[in-house]
């Protein structure tokens, strides 16, 4: 048997650290789709121009003008919504639209798919007919720097409005974007502790090592904020099925959010190696339709009350086996 000699390990080790960069996992990700995922949430963007301009004109929209449409993502959402719907997306940069092209709008039915034109142009010049809602989300009209280019922008987009047509765009300033704010809940305050079932407590249809003496119950169709820290060493709250893996780090406040489109059952676990209890941190989603989180709600707030000591590390049950003093399960 020979050995390598410490130079042949160290060029090694020099070899793999200086890989191809070409080769590395953010040279392989697809930039088009890591925008998507980090800036956009088109169904959100749509159910607020559908409800906005509701508000203010008694109807839904029907045309929509997505400026720097970038992948066409939203106008793409907005075809697939109602079958009237019509929608134009322009943007300058023909790589992303030939993605756009293959990804976004290549898997639309044939009747969505004729509801739909992308056009390569600067919106100060692209033509188009009269709409009832302009879109320029992302703060892409920020392209502008000069107060000239911004009236001009926004005069090209009055001319392409209806009548009753809305501009929709993100802002930001003002005093209150430097404040420190505070969401609330209108759920009232309460907590609960939710420990795995031991095995010889299982009822039927009680996944082992999944299911818990508690669930937390949520809605289904909403979009679920979720907030997660923890109060010892790291953990995970891992939801497989809703896609959703965040770590739960002392000190610090993780977000996530989800939504969960079918009522039932969802079983997930803590994914990071947190100690002698790892194995035994599940997690267990109870979907319901709205009225029933309602009225799950106003019986939690009875049973549980409010704390202020949410945070406060819980002692860890041990279960043990009908055989023996062996412990089984810690939770």
């Not at 392989?28 to 409800?51: G, M, N, P, S």
């Not at 001319?159 to 609330?184: I, K, N, P, R």
Request: charged content about 30%.
């Amino acid at each position: 048997m020979t050995k390598k000699s410490p130079a042949k390990k160290t060029a090694k080790k020099n070899k793999r650290l200086t890989r191809d960069p070409a080769k590395t996992k953010a040279a392989r990700a697809d930039r088009h789709l890591l925008y998507e995922r980090a800036v956009q949430c088109v169904e959100a963007e749509i159910d607020f121009v559908d409800d906005t301009f509701k508000s203010l004109r008694g109807r839904k929209p029907t045309t929509l003008r997505e400026d720097f449409c970038g992948t066409a993502n939203t106008s793409c959402e907005w075809v697939r919504r109602r079958k009237d719907n019509r929608a134009w997306g322009i943007d300058l940069d023909p790589d992303v639209l030939a993605w756009g092209n293959t990804h976004r709008l290549a898997p639309l039915k044939p009747h969505q798919r004729e509801r739909i034109e992308i056009i390569q142009d600067d919106v100060l010049t692209a033509k188009t007919p009269r709409v009832d809602a302009v879109l320029a989300m992302n703060f892409s009209y920020w392209i502008f720097h000069t107060r000239e280019q911004m009236k001009a922008y926004f005069s090209k987009v009055r001319s392409c409005l209806t009548s009753e047509g809305v501009f929709f765009l993100d802002a930001y300033g003002g005093a209150e974007s430097m404040s420190e704010m505070e969401e609330e809940t209108d759920h009232g305050d309460f907590t609960f502790d939710a420990f795995m079932v031991p095995e010889n407590e299982l009822k039927a249809g009680q996944p082992r090592l999944l299911a818990t003496d508690e669930n937390l119950v949520l809605p289904v169709g909403k979009k679920i904020r979720v907030l997660v820290t923890s109060s010892d060493v790291l953990h995970a709250f891992a939801m497989p099925a809703f896609g959703s893996k965040v770590d739960a780090v002392p000190g610090r406040t993780n977000e996530t959010w989800f939504q969960i489109d079918e009522p039932g059952m969802y079983y997930g676990q803590c994914s990071e190696l947190c100690g002698a209890g790892h194995a035994f941190m599940p997690l267990a989603i109870q979907a319901v339709p709205e009225a029933e989180f309602n009225a799950w709600v106003t019986k939690a707030q009875a049973r549980f009350g409010e704390s202020d000591d949410e945070l406060t590390p819980r002692p860890i049950r041990i279960t043990r086996n009908e055989a023996g003093d062996t412990p089984v399960t810690a939770q």
